[in-house]
């Protein structure tokens, strides 16, 4: 009997024991937060491309109307401290430029391309390489190390497999004719990610309707990925058509509207666009002589606006007109740190567009209005601007702004502004266990 | 000289405590050649006895020893020409015909100074106790010529001349006596037979034996029976009480009559001997021998002044050349056939105590086939089962690879890392801290140490853990059934148990060697108490009827705890509770089993001193004691009755078996142990064992929720991820307990019932066992399917973790740390390296859950996470990161391979120099700032800002060249522990404003050292080694069979 008490007491104390061990209060473990420090990193010079290059080379066919090339070339560039870089050149300012000016040939017309510092990851939204497009990659490494880029695309149906992968060396530049790589992508949307401190990646877009020039710009990197983005001057004459070029790497639900100097402009069937992932997505711009694009999407974004402003041919066949266009980035909204731009010849004027209102004023090096507007919220500016070339031309504020360039006989550009403080990133610093190449972390 | 007729005069000599006096008078009295004279010598107190009719005596007032008893009687009584003494002792009765047969040979032998009889016990004539002795070459042993309690067959009539003989009841001459002067008093009454015997040979006179004269001996005081008192006699009569005594008169011997150069030689060698004996006596658990054996050299010390007297006169005496007695002394062949004699004849009489009966005898040999081959089966499946889940392991461990894996760290640790660690009570991790103990970093040093290192030996370990678990078990289960059936599932499923799997993969080393040694912890507590079962013989009966305790098995447990608890400290409570309540039942045995718990309480004592200092019975006490020292990570919290299935919070359901969820498909051997647990508790059979195995079951699952439910690791700024406790552990107890319950209760039910009900019960357990096998089968198929997601994250990897050139600035004199780098997709990790790769197996420093170190309560040092801005700046290339990583000698950072954007980064840092690029990373060189020296371990810097480095290890340093005066900047956290010197003096430290530990240098000082030395650390150090050496030694089993291979 007592045999048997003990096997039961024992079992009934084994089983309180589990029960009671159910009630015991748990303290989860806390890993300590990673550290987030700000780094600012040393200041890079500036990168431009250099002139603009044609695509099937300068082909003198001894008619100057059919020749590729061009005899009427201005080239201008413009930024203190220059040196070159391959083609291009750098300079260590706060703002440069170039401009180059074709009269004839292929490639005719304006092509601007602000400088920019080297940044690791950027998305450049334009560029084709459709049938009688040519979409020329320039990659400008300003800085004193070594750098490997790797470029991936974006088309019309989604993420593309073709990558390239480029290296760069100190103060080099390597050029990459992306219609080799990914050939028949009307629309392109390309990232260009770096090592170390980055790269200066433009992308000449140069494109041909038969034989005459439809237009060559350079497309400059736009804002990064963000849920509210702004691209303005998408303003022009009423035979010139706006073309707006989104993505988003995530998927997203965008809201377009379009703002003129009134403010909102009716824009129907483009609320609650649906962005797939990957997805270059092309929208048409209604007309309109000054204005500008607000985004907010629900997931980051990349966007970019083309205007296409047509003339008449000189000496062609009836009815054919050649083109000059003009890419405009999409810029962050909520950006108010003072942004230069270097005033090139042909600049006419800025456009401005303020998402909050204010007084927008653009001042030179020496600190004198050279244009300025009282504006409400959500309106757009076109404020005309004559200063020489080389003129420095500064804004502060939430405004989103960039230079017009024109030019007889119908050639366009645009020179976007770039922030000249030097930005700070955060960076996370977690430790973590090391077991060897492959494993852990 | 020859006379026709001898004067004997016999001199009993008693202490007058000796209840034998009047038989030994009596036996006097029966001589059928009385002695002349009869003197007796008794101490004035003494009663005098009763003597027998017709018998003269003269008594005689006695001294205070034998001999000056004997020199009393002398003194009294002038030499007689033909005067021969019989010297009795009051514990020697010569049989009646002895004295006659020592004057006839007496007669014969005229150059006869000793005629000694052979000694018989006291209480049996026909066993020998002495029939002369000898010694050997050098002295300091000696030999017996017959072995004690041999039968007397007149085998040893022919025996005339030895060396010596007991001078009990012998026949001395008295004119020989009075030459050489009697006894020798240094030997203190044990040995001066010897010594008498052989400076007798020397001085020209012959001993000889007489082995037909028999004189019973009682031995009184070899047995210590005088020196006892009267309360003590009897049952603790032991001849251990004047083994000091002898061993003591042996060195003496040696000293006496050695050359006199060895006589150092031999003083020395007299403590490297005792040396030796001391640790053989812990191996026979005799630990009151050893302190016997360890003062001998000591008693040989304080007798030392009285050798030069003892030479001089052997030197006087002599009249024959030392080569007189060399054919009786003894060689070391002699020595090796007594020793050896000694341990059969102890062999011999262990296997007559337990003499099987034939019939037992061929169900033993039957029952040994069966054992054998349960075994060999048990250990093919076991590592057939290993093989399936980590086969892969194994041959890469062949391949030269190693397991490594993110909270097992790297296992190729280099002794010397590990030796350091455990030695130095420094934790070098992240910048290093004070460590809390040693034990785990020394538990692993046996494997660093073997060929092939932690690297193989680690390896192995996990690879094997199911063998290693599986084969453990069934040895242990052998203390609770004999059936080999239910030991094979037991085993198997014991080293199947999933958080034993779960453990394994995780890389969880602590707890994988926890569940390793838990069997042979529970053995030889079984052992201990003598509460294993017997071979099952006949119908149920058990061989050996009684099963006696046994303190090898007390000792093996004790450290198989202390192994236990370095590996898994969780488990010091919960199995001290089982030894407690164990001792409390077992009888006379008791304080033996309590005494398993001895070494693993000293390995723990730095942790119960810091738990208690943290509050006796609080959450932080209980963090302390359930610490994790080795890998460890967080795991998911489960209720207690997964912790009963060995189940984790998420069970993988198996593609094979689509309909079972993973609850039943992971627990289902812990639902087959479960079940069969529950059987035992109904069948009633072995209740007290069933109990036992649930309470130990209990336990574990009270341990396991406690161990999970508080934070064991807290982060240390080391980059130590922050865990709570493994139910693993406890886990293990709670398979221990319900498989050692079903086991117990399985023993013999093959031979329960009658009739039917027996045919019922086999049928039933044929079906069990069945069922149980197909469980644990298909759970091996299950785990080892291809395709299913591994349990943890160790893998095979590279034994080449760092670029070669990062490792060589870490294993130069300048003892550089690595800093390694990674890319994440929000900035960039970084880990501090001291060797090569995480190094987790070395032991964890402990921190408290504020980060201060166990050892310090209280303080916060510097840790790495102080270089969290320095890696934001060298991840942004920005400017000045370089001063704080020379600050905290770190010499070399390597970007590891695809992280290309951090090397991009350091790439453009004019700071750093490029020293290499692998595919295990490119390595940058940090320069000192303003000087050409390299980046230290430490270093003096002097107000001009010059440099010199010192030659540094973990926790030491030194250097040759000092002189300007300067700060002598160790890059590790300021702590007590760290001491300097110059040229010997101590150097004061001074506050350094990153918390690192500094020392001002004085001008002209030459030798500049420094080390860490923590005082409590290393008398826990010490007092660990001591009490698992102790441990590990006594566990040797020499006391069952061969308990008497040293000389009692």
């Known amino acids: 009997m007592i045999r048997r008490l003990v096997v039961l007491g024992a079992a009934a104390a084994a089983i309180v ?95 601007a391309a602000t400088c920019l510092a080297p940044v690791r990851d950027q998305w450049l939204v334009g560029g084709s390489t459709s049938l009688g497009s040519s979409a020329r990659l320039v990659l400008t490494n300003p800085t004193d190390a070594s750098t490997e880029a790797t470029v991936t695309f974006y088309g019309a149906l989604g993420p593309l497999e073709e990558r390239s992968v480029v290296s760069i060396a100190p103060g080099g530049q390597q050029d990459l004719l992306l219609e080799g790589t990914v050939a028949e992508v009307p629309a392109l949307v390309v990232r260009v990610s770096a090592t170390g401190a980055g790269v200066v990646a433009h992308l000449q877009d140069s494109r041909l309707d038969g034989f005459q020039p439809a237009g060559t710009d350079w497309v400059g990197r736009g804002a990064a990925p963000a849920t509210a983005l702004v ?211 | ?577 089982v030894i407690v309540v164990a001792g409390a039942f077992a009888g006379r045995v008791r304080w033996r089993v309590w005494s398993a718990a001895l070494p693993a309480l000293v390995v723990s004592g730095p942790a119960l001193v810091a738990a208690w200092h943290a509050g006796p019975l609080t959450r932080d006490a209980w963090a302390i004691l359930a610490r994790e020292n080795g890998p460890a990570l967080a795991s998911g919290v489960v209720e207690p009755w997964r912790i009963v299935l060995g189940l984790t919070d998420s069970s993988a359901a198996a593609a094979v078996l689509p309909g079972l969820p993973g609850t039943v498909v992971v627990g289902a051997i812990g639902l087959v142990v479960v079940a069969a647990a529950v059987l035992a508790v109904a069948s009633g059979r072995a209740p007290w064992a069933v109990a036992a195995g649930l309470i130990v079951a209990g336990i574990g699952v009270v341990t396991a929720a406690g161990a999970q439910a508080v934070v064991v690791v807290s982060p240390d700024g080391a980059g130590a991820a922050a865990a709570n406790g493994f139910a693993g552990p406890g886990s293990s107890l709670v398979a221990a307990g319900l498989i050692g319950a079903a086991a117990a209760a399985s023993s013999q039910v093959w031979n329960a019932g009658e009739g039917r009900g027996r045919a019922a019960v086999r049928l039933a357990s044929s079906v069990a066992v069945t069922l149980a096998a197909g469980v644990l089968v298909a759970s091996v198929v299950v785990e080892a399917w291809p395709g299913r997601a591994e349990r943890g994250d160790v893998h095979p990897s590279t034994p080449v973790v760092l670029p070669l050139v990062a490792e060589l600035e870490q294993r130069l004199a300048t003892r550089e740390r690595v800093l390694v780098l990674h890319d994440t997709p929000g900035g960039v990790d970084f880990t501090l390296l001291e060797d090569d790769g995480t190094t987790t197996l070395t032991g964890r420093a402990q921190v408290a859950a504020d980060g201060s170190p166990l050892a310090r309560p209280g303080e916060s040092p510097a840790t790495p996470a102080t270089l969290s801005e320095a890696v934001a700046t060298l991840a942004g290339a920005g400017e000045g990161a370089d001063r704080t990583l020379a600050d905290w000698g770190i010499g070399v950072l390597v970007a590891a391979p695809g992280s290309s954007t951090i090397a991009g980064s350091l790439a453009q840092i004019p700071e750093l120099s490029l020293i290499g690029a692998s595919d295990v990373g490119t390595s940058y060189r940090v320069s000192r700032p303003g000087s050409d020296q390299p980046i230290a371990r430490a270093w003096i810097a002097t107000e001009d800002g010059a440099v010199t480095t010192l030659d540094s290890d973990s926790w030491t340093g030194a250097t040759a060249s000092g002189g300007a005066a300067g700060t002598l900047v160790i890059a590790a956290p300021a702590d007590p522990g760290w001491s300097a010197t110059a040229d010997g003096s101590p150097l004061a430290a001074v506050d350094d404003a990153q918390g690192r530990a500094a020392f001002a240098v004085p001008a002209g000082a030459q030798h500049v050292a420094y080390r860490y030395e923590d005082a409590d650390y290393r008398v826990w150090w010490w007092a660990a080694l001591v009490a698992v050496a102790w441990a590990m030694v006594g566990m040797i089993p020499l006391h069952d069979r061969r308990y008497l291979a040293v000389r009692r």
């Not at chain 1, 203190?80 to 083609?87: H, I, V």
């Not at chain 1, 907010?296 to 974004?301: E, G, I, L, R, S």
């Not at chain 2, 020395?268 to 021998?289: G, P, T």
């Not at chain 2, 004790?558 to 488990?571: E, G, N, W």
């Open chain 2, 1 to 577: 000289m020859s006379a026709a007729r001898l004067l004997v005069r016999a001199i009993v000599v008693s202490d007058g405590r000796s209840p034998r006096l009047p038989e030994v008078l009596g036996a006097i009295a029966d001589q059928t050649l009385r002695p002349d004279i009869l003197d007796v010598v008794i101490p004035a107190d003494a009663e005098r006895p009763a003597v027998p009719e017709g018998l003269a005596v003269e008594f005689v007032e006695g001294g205070r020893t034998y001999a000056q008893g004997i020199a009393r009687v002398l003194g009294a009584a002038p030499a007689h020409p033909y005067e021969y003494l019989w010297l009795l002792h009051d514990d020697t009765a010569p049989l009646p015909t002895a004295l006659a047969q020592l004057v006839a040979t007496a007669k014969k032998r005229t150059a006869a100074a000793v005629v000694a009889p052979a000694h018989v016990r006291w209480d049996d004539v026909t066993r020998l106790v002495n029939l002369g002795v000898t010694t050997t070459r050098v002295g300091a042993r000696r030999i017996d010529l017959v072995d004690e309690d041999d039968i007397n067959q007149g085998q040893y009539d022919e025996r005339d001349d030895v060396l010596a003989a007991s001078l009990a009841a012998a026949l001395v001459r008295r004119d020989v006596w009075d030459e050489l002067g009697g006894l020798e008093p240094a030997y203190r009454g044990f040995g001066d037979s010897l010594h008498f015997c052989r400076l007798a040979w020397r001085a020209g006179h012959d001993v000889v034996i007489v082995p037909v004269a028999k004189v019973r001996h009682a031995q009184d005081s070899l047995t210590g029976a005088r020196s006892l008192s009267s309360r003590d006699r009897g049952a603790s009569r032991r001849r251990d009480s004047s083994y000091g005594q002898r061993r003591t008169g042996e060195w003496v011997h040696a000293l006496a009559w050695a050359p006199a150069l060895a006589v150092p030689f031999l003083v020395l060698w007299s403590f490297v001997s005792a040396a030796f004996r001391a640790v053989l006596r812990i191996a026979q658990n005799e630990s009151r021998m050893v302190g016997a054996d360890l003062a001998v050299p000591w008693r040989v010390l304080a007798r030392l002044p009285r050798v030069p007297a003892m030479r001089a006169r052997v030197r006087r005496s002599a009249t024959r050349p030392p080569s007189a007695v060399a054919p009786f002394l003894v060689g070391t062949r002699t020595v090796l056939t007594t020793i050896r004699g000694r341990e059969l004849r102890a062999y011999d009489r262990w296997r007559a105590q337990s003499a099987p009966s034939d019939m037992v005898r061929g169900e033993l040999a039957d029952a040994a086939v069966r054992r054998r081959l349960g075994l060999g089966v048990v250990t093919t499946l076991a590592l057939a089962a290993s093989i399936a889940l980590h086969g892969t392991w194994l041959t890469a461990l062949a391949s030269g690879r190693m397991l490594a894996g993110s909270a097992l760290g790297v296992t190729d640790v280099p002794l010397d890392a590990l030796w350091e660690r455990t030695w130095s009570g420094w934790s070098a991790d992240g910048f290093g801290s004070p460590a809390l103990d040693g034990s785990f970093a020394a538990l692993l040093v046996p494997a660093a140490a073997l060929p092939g290192g932690t690297r193989v030996w680690i390896g192995l370990l996990l690879a094997l853990g199911v063998a290693l678990a599986s084969v453990s078990a069934w040895f242990a289960l052998g203390t609770a059934t004999r059936s080999v059936w239910a030991r094979g599932l037991g085993a198997l499923a014991y080293g199947l148990w999933p958080l034993h799997l779960q453990a394994i993969s995780d890389g969880r080393v602590g707890p994988v060697i926890a569940h390793v040694m838990l069997p042979w912890f529970a053995m030889g507590l079984m052992r201990a108490a003598g509460w294993h079962r017997g071979e099952a013989v006949g119908g149920g009966e058990e061989f050996p009827a009684t099963r006696t305790p046994s303190p090898s098995a007390a000792m093996g447990a004790a450290f198989s705890f202390a192994v236990i608890v370095a590996a898994s400290p969780v488990l010091l409570l919960p199995l001290l509770a």
């Open chain 1, 231 to 441: 691209v303005p001057g998408v303003g022009a004459g009423a035979d010139a058509t706006t073309t707006l070029r989104l993505m988003a790497p995530e998927g997203a639900t965008a809201d377009l509207t379009l703002v003129g100097d009134d403010g909102p402009v009716d824009w129907g069937g483009v609320s609650s666009l649906q962005l797939d992932p990957g997805v270059v997505t092309e929208v048409e711009v209604p007309q309109i002589d000054s204005g500008a694009i607000e985004i907010h999407a629900d997931a980051p974004v990349v966007a970019a606006a083309m205007r296409s402003v047509p003339r008449p041919v000189t000496d062609g066949p009836a009815g054919a007109v050649e083109r000059d266009l003009a890419w405009m980035p999409a810029q962050a909204v909520d950006g108010a740190e003072a942004r230069s731009v270097v005033a090139t010849d042909h600049v006419v004027a800025v456009t401005v567009h303020t998402a909050s209102g204010g007084r927008f004023t653009l001042t030179d090096a020496s600190g004198a209005v050279v244009a300025q507007q009282a504006m409400a919220a959500h309106t757009t500016a076109t404020l005309p601007v004559a200063v020489a070339a080389g003129t420095v031309l500064t804004a502060e504020g939430r405004f989103a702004w960039s230079l017009e360039l024109e030019d007889d006989p119908g050639f366009v550009a645009t020179l976007v502004p770039r922030a000249t403080g030097v930005e700070t990133a955060t960076v996370e610093v977690g430790q973590v266990p090391y077991v060897g190449p492959g494993a852990g972390s």
């Open chain 1, 17 to 111: 024991a589990v029960v009671a061990s159910g009630r015991i209060p748990v303290d989860p473990p806390v890993d300590a937060a990673p550290y987030a420090g700000e780094v600012t990193p040393a200041v890079q010079p500036l990168a431009c491309p250099g002139p603009v290059e044609v695509p099937v080379g300068e082909i003198d066919a001894g008619d100057p109307d059919l020749g590729s090339g061009s005899s009427d070339k201005t080239y201008q560039a413009l930024g203190d401290g220059r040196s070159d870089a391959g083609a291009g050149f750098l300079a260590r300012a706060d703002a440069a430029a170039s401009v180059e000016r074709i009269g004839s040939g292929d490639v005719a017309g304006l092509a």
